[in-house]
């Protein structure tokens, strides 16, 4: 059996409520790496949390009702972290969720030595629960980001590769990105990723694909990219500051999702109704500005952190 066809059987847990984008990406990535290993998958109820069975689905809800889903993940972007995702029901209790999500991250560490466990896209009001629920929390960011979709249907400008144009008398190429372009693309991030992670993106079979790099064509200097991350979330958009204002970064980020669609058109993985994504920080405004402009809606009213803790 197919690990896509489990984790259809997973997902079917939510009894039809969309499961948003940001659970979903690294799913899909644990697929189209290694679609031969299901990652550790677990549900979530009232009053208790479990490893998910593929082989004994037919359970008794009715005294402990399923409440969430969620799955481990071994992180790759900075060093070898073990952490969790998680989905909650909507529509259940704050006390509800708060008592899930006590029994979740105990039964998921169980028999483990303490070490920070790393929860990536986490809604506001589920965070600032966790921090009264772990023993310790090591790192956290205050502040939080939006989420921003694209529906598949938004038209985005995109460039081939080996393409070329001009703007002001400098003539620009549309290219793929290379190792020795990863000081630049991290150069004007706001988070410290180390260049083994740009690697990583390079070297991986699907993310290689849409890393976009606009350079100078007569001396081959990256001046613009954008690129998606590990979670499938499209993020590292930028442009060297001596080359903003003349369009570039719209090009490098349309060839990119453009790039991504195609991928989704084609591959033979199910996409579990995954939309196009990415995180801003709330206070920047100018990225903002960007998605809108690129026709990004943002998610009101919702604000999702990253965090380590110690459960």
Known sequence: MTSSTVISRFLSLALGEPLPSPFLGPLINSLVFSPTRVPKLYVLREHSAQDYDDDARAVDTAHDPVVGIGFSFISDNQHERFGLHFWLRSTIAPSTATQSLSLFLRHATAGMDPHMVGLRAVEHNHYVAIQDIVNRVLWKDTNGCGLYLLDAATPVTSVALGATWQVDGDTFEMDSALPSDA?????????????????????????????????????????SWALVHNDFSLGLVGTDPAYRRKGLVRLAFGSTIEAYRDAIR???????????????F????????????????QVHDKIFHWMGVLV
């Open 266 to 280: 084609v591959a033979d993985v199910d996409w579990f109704g995954l939309h196009q994504y990415c995180f801003v």
């Open 183 to 223: 000081p630049a693309i991290l150069s004007l991030s706001s988070i410290e990723y180390d260049e083994d992670y740009i690697y990583s993106l390079l070297k991986h079979p699907v993310f290689s694909k849409f890393l976009r790099v606009v350079r100078v064509a007569a001396t081959k200097q990256p001046v």
């Open 282 to 297: 709330s206070d920047n405004v100018a990225s903002q500005q960007l998605m809108a402009s690129m026709g990004f809606h």
